[in-house]
């Protein structure tokens, strides 16, 4: 019963935040564009397709709350207690590893690199070239995002200064750029936005939050935030890289 | 029928290996039960249930409404008329900006990795930030972000340009802002990137690049997100900065307010 109350208030929540969506869409339609609907747009399908965002919202809110935020806290306290740092960074890495590795998002932005390296000349315009070319650059930026929760991970435990890592990220970021072939670039930074998915976001942020309220003398408010960050920045200067020290060695892909 | 399944299958091999990595070392290594077990397992199913529900609404209505809306703003039907020769000023796509800014801070309150974010945020800050008011505040700065990408695909201008500005801007920021909010801020870049935006963005960023001679839809769409990644975090330690500044302005007044009541009283 108490599932169902606070349920019916989350669904409120959700409707409350879709309205502004919809209002936007309703009045470019209406009053700006005042163009008919193409037949292969039912008004029928736009209104379900709705419903089940709205369902589909309340649904994934109110299960975070009651089993990834609890879970990911309670791991971050038990491994504080336990006091092994070994383990607790084995955990980070495989924890960003295993997130990124299988993301669909990833499968796909990969696949499209592949092609649009092909076609500007950095490795063979054959099938064979761009599947090792695809699936050496998921296993690049998985690596990269386990690594950055390892790092953000060591900066909660050591109290490092977030704003001065993430501004050196960025100065490598640029410094790189400039030493690329163009066609990565675009690849690279959109790998960043890539790997911060929808279900990763609030476990690593769980993650983080719990670490930093049960190590002495961490506010979780200055040093729990920041793994999202990490992510974000980590994979852009990995896939740089890779393409500027690994590219060349890729087996039956160097030109 | 077929592409819900598909949802449900994608979604599933993205929380499959999470799940692992979490029961693998919380029996493995940690070696304890997980407290209230039954309920963490009925949220880790509403979690797949709701986040497959939420992806196949998008893809059934707000992903096809948003790129044809997009197609259509960029189309050369809606663009005023052209005189003989003339060149198209920027001024012409004044719908494309609204569309772009409306729709950017629209779709990102909804973006569930931000409410996650917002609810931890409100939690361990003890009320001081206000989940709605931090979610408003990403909101905006996506919105511009998107905003200033549109134009800036519009005029042609070198994409590094923005993001050269807008690095020097955080910079600064970071060096003026109260602490406490830096690392929600850096993290409100990545947060924005994940479901609702980034397709609706894309299919503008599309349209826009291959509706205007001379853009190629690979760079410029990109572009956009680069720069939508970065506004969130100038607009959260703006929010920040605002508050601080209302704080210390309502206790300057109160201490100004104090002696003159004390005069009063003698």
Not at chain 2, 27 to 43: A, D, M, T
Not at chain 2, 136 to 165: C, D, E, K, N, Y
């Amino acid at each position: 019963m108490e599932i169902v109350v606070s349920l019916v208030r989350q669904m409120r929540e959700s409707l409350r935040d879709l309205a502004p969506v919809v209002l936007v869409m309703a009045f470019f339609q209406l009053a700006v564009l005042r163009q008919p609907l193409p037949s292969t747009l039912a008004l029928a399908d736009l209104l379900t397709g709705l419903i089940c965002v709205v369902i589909g919202l309340t649904l994934f809110i109110k299960g975070l709350e009651f089993g990834l935020f609890p879970v990911g806290e309670s791991l971050a306290r038990a491994f504080v207690t336990k006091g092994s740092l070994v383990w607790l960074l084995l955990f980070s890495f495989a924890l960003g590893f295993g997130s990124t590795i299988a993301e669909p998002a990833l499968i796909a932005v990969a696949n499209q690199a592949a092609n649009v390296v092909a076609e500007g000349g950095l490795i063979n315009q054959t099938d064979a070239a761009r599947q090792v070319f695809a699936s050496s650059l998921r296993m690049v930026v998985a690596v990269s995002v386990g690594s950055a929760v390892v790092l953000g991970v060591l900066r909660i435990f050591k109290g490092w200064p977030l704003h001065l890592m993430i501004i050196s990220g960025y100065v490598i970021v640029l410094l790189l750029t400039l030493l690329v072939p163009p066609e990565i670039v675009g690849i690279a930074y959109d790998s960043g936005g890539v790997t911060t998915s929808t279900i990763t976001v609030p476990l690593v942020t769980a993650l983080g939050v719990g670490l930093a309220s049960s190590i002495k003398g961490r506010s979780p408010m200055l040093d729990g935030f920041g793994l999202i960050a990490f992510a974000s920045v980590m994979p852009i200067i990995f896939v740089l890289l890779f393409s500027l020290m690994g590219l060349p060695f890729l087996p039956g892909v160097a030109l | 029928m077929n592409s819900l399944l598909g949802t449900f299958w994608h979604t599933l091999m993205d929380i499959l290996p999470i799940v692992a990595v979490i029961f693998g070392f919380q029996y493995g290594v940690i070696r304890k039960p997980i407290k209230r077990l039954s309920r963490v397992i009925v949220g880790f199913l509403m979690v797949w249930i709701g986040l497959s529900l939420f992806l196949v609404g998008l893809e059934q209505a707000l992903f096809p409404m948003g790129e044809l809306m997009a197609t259509q703003l960029t189309s050369v039907d809606f663009l005023p008329m052209l005189e003989e020769g003339a060149q198209r000023h920027w001024r012409d796509y004044f719908w494309v900006y609204v569309f772009a800014f409306m729709i950017g801070a629209s779709t990102t309150l909804a973006e569930p990795s931000l409410i996650a974010v917002s609810i931890k945020a409100g939690e361990i800050s003890g009320g001081t930030i206000n989940p709605l008011m931090l979610r408003i505040a990403v909101s905006l700065g996506m919105a511009l972000g998107i905003t200033l990408g549109a134009w800036r695909i519009v005029m042609g201008w070198p994409l590094h340009w923005f993001i050269f500005a807008a690095y020097l801007l955080v910079i600064l920021q970071t060096l003026r802002s109260p602490r406490s909010i830096i690392p929600l801020a850096f993290d409100s870049g990545g947060v924005t990137t994940s479901t609702i935006t980034v397709p609706i963005i894309a299919a503008l960023g599309l349209g826009l690049a291959s509706s205007i001679p001379g853009r190629s839809p690979l760079m410029d769409g990109f572009g956009m997100i680069a720069l939508a990644c970065l506004f969130p975090i100038i607009s959260v330690m703006g929010y920040a900065q605002i508050a601080q500044w209302v704080t210390i302005r309502h206790h300057k007044k109160k201490r100004q307010q104090m002696p003159k009541g004390d005069s009063n009283a003698l």
